[in-house]
């Protein structure tokens, strides 16, 4: 259970990032042609950083040998 919590962490701290790059981009960028290359940019990104964090997770936890209880 504290793997599931320490995953739902670290989602919750990826989602400020993702706020605050939005909005970031949304600052530097307002009004201009790249606004909107930056929201892609910044979606893609996070799905990108989304399918190596799953990756990762599957690897260990196939690699992981069971402790006897």
Known sequence: MSD???????????????????????????????????QLAILIGSLLAAAVGIAIVLTLKATQTPVPQ
Not at 19 to 30: D, S
Request: hydrophobic share 55%; net charge negative; charged share 10%.
């Open 4 to 38: 599931l919590v320490c995953a739902a962490a670290h989602g919750a701290a990826g989602t400020i990032g993702f706020t605050m790059a939005l909005f970031i981009g949304g600052l530097a960028f307002a009004g201009t042609h790249f606004e909107r290359e930056a």
